[in-house]
């Protein structure tokens, strides 16, 4: 009997603080969205679009999705109005580039990218320029102005910057 070769392979960017934000975000935002037309997703769902004949793949860490019967099975073929993105060192430059380029093409509402590390989070909203979609920075949270921390589409829904880092120590 030949042995069995188990290699370990470490993933780059796979931080439990990466983890922790996200679940920190959808237990809080999802706990308020309970009963409503809109759901919020975690990084297990997909979102597919066609772009000049070509199938466009995204799987964002959270979503928020009021159409989300608009699926096949863990894929979506509509878009949500919210998304956020955790950076880690291995998807930063996609998430700042190529990811947000297409959230803006897709025209979805509000854009964060939150950065874990230096505990800021980035808040896009969206708007035309001649009838082209662009992305505005609204606003850059920190721990100096965390208070200013909403959700700019979901004015209803409530999530602090300490809510947000719960179990982030100064060190990640």
Request: glycine share 6%.
């Amino acid at each position: 009997m030949a042995a069995l070769e188990i290699k370990i392979t470490d993933m780059a960017g796979a931080y439990v603080e990466h983890s922790m934000v996200i679940c920190n975000f959808l237990i809080k935002v999802g706990s308020q969205l309970q009963g409503s037309l809109c759901k919020i997703f975690g990084d297990n769902v997909q979102y597919k679009w066609i772009m000049d004949g070509v199938e466009k793949t995204v799987i964002p860490d959270a979503s928020i999705n009021c159409r989300f019967r608009q699926r096949r099975g863990n894929s979506f073929f509509n878009n949500p109005r919210f998304v956020m993105e955790v950076l880690s060192p291995s998807t930063e430059q996609y998430d700042r580039g190529g990811k947000m380029d297409l959230y803006c093409q897709q025209e979805i509402d509000e854009y964060w990218i939150v950065d874990w590390r230096k505990r800021q989070i980035e808040i896009y909203v969206l708007d035309y320029e001649e009838n082209v979609p662009k992305y505005y920075l609204w606003n850059t949270i920190t721990c100096e102005n965390k208070d200013e921390l909403k959700i700019v589409h979901f004015q209803n829904i409530k999530i602090t910057f300490d809510d947000l880092f719960d179990g982030i120590d100064d060190e990640g």
